[in-house]
């Protein structure tokens, strides 16, 4: 009796790739001129979803134009800008920040002459959910509405440490409280991406430390954060992505002890000049964040 044949062996399983996941922001090839002033240049970056990143760059390399970009302030001479894998250019200002992207200006910009707990109010009304109508005739929908405002308000002031001064008007705050007030206001539309355009500007060093535990703690809260800044102490102590920016165009990406090292960020900040003396200093002023 002859022996049943052998079942052929089943080919061996092999694991699906697994696809990185797809970037919250995306700049592609992205351009921008004014007149005859190319601005930037191609930039290509890949914001991920969480964590905080950080661009930057000398004076005049274009830094918050990427962000005027972003929000829809200015529109791209070419390149594309993507965020959540859809276009953001032709929208408005507005629309993109329906879309879940926030932001703060280098020149604080607030309701000077209002309490801090309207001012935050102020970044809640694309989300009161009333009409005109529950407004003129005060309709329980907008004493609801006008409630549950006030209450995510005086949240977001506790976040920044600033809830026992909600009556208080803005500018009665100091320069550094005016700028955490002025971050309160920006998280106050939910945003899923928070850029920050020199949030540490005119602070001394006790405010840029207590900032940087506040933002570390909104990133805690899964929001994704986007750092424009000269501080490099700032930058180095609280982003774990950097890259930087020169004469708009990328020249390096990646963490901070990665960017500390390397050459073309040095020679962007300081220039190169003959002698072991001045690229001694240029390395030491791009590595100032080691200290902190």
């Known amino acids: 009796m002859t022996a049943p044949a052998a079942l052929p062996t089943a080919p061996p399983t092999v694991a699906p790739t697994a696809m990185p996941p797809a970037p919250l922001l995306r700049l592609a090839a992205l351009s921008r001129s004014f007149g005859g002033l190319q601005v930037l240049h191609d930039v290509n970056l890949d914001i991920p979803r969480g964590g905080i990143f950080g661009l930057i760059g000398p004076n005049g390399a274009g830094k918050t134009t990427v962000f005027n970009l972003v929000t829809g302030l200015l529109q791209p001479s070419g390149g594309r800008i993507e965020f959540e894998g859809r276009t953001l250019v032709g929208l408005a200002p507005h629309d993109i920040t329906r879309l879940g992207v926030a932001r703060t200006f280098q020149n604080i910009r607030l309701f000077r002459e209002m309490s801090l707990l309207d001012n935050v109010m102020a970044g809640l009304h694309a989300q009161l959910g009333y009409r005109l109508h529950d407004l003129v005739f005060g309709t329980p929908r ?3 509405a006008e409630r549950e405002a ?3 308000a005086r949240e977001l002031l506790a976040l ?8 208080d008007r803005a500018d009665n ?6 700028r955490k007030l002025e971050l309160a206001r920006a998280l106050a539309s939910e945003p899923k991406l ?8 005119g602070m001394n060093s006790g405010e840029k430390d207590e900032l940087m535990a506040e933002v570390r ?7 994704t954060i986007f750092v424009i800044e000269h501080d490099m102490r700032f930058v180095m102590g609280l982003c774990q992505d950097i890259a930087v920016l020169n004469f708009g165009r990328i020249i390096a990406r990646g963490t901070p002890q990665a960017i500390q090292g390397d050459e073309q960020v040095i020679e962007a900040y300081l220039g190169r000049e003959d002698g072991d ?6 390395e030491a002023a791009v590595a100032e964040g080691r200290a902190s």
């Open 160 to 167: 920044v440490r600033l809830d026992h001064q909600l009556g």
């Open 217 to 223: 703690q909104i990133a805690e809260r899964g929001y």
């Open 150 to 152: 006030r209450e995510r």
């Open 173 to 178: 705050l100091s320069y550094g409280n005016q």
């Open 277 to 282: 003396g001045d690229d001694a200093a240029a």
């Open 194 to 201: 928070l850029l920050l355009d020199e949030p540490v500007a």
């Open 142 to 144: 907008f004493r609801r």
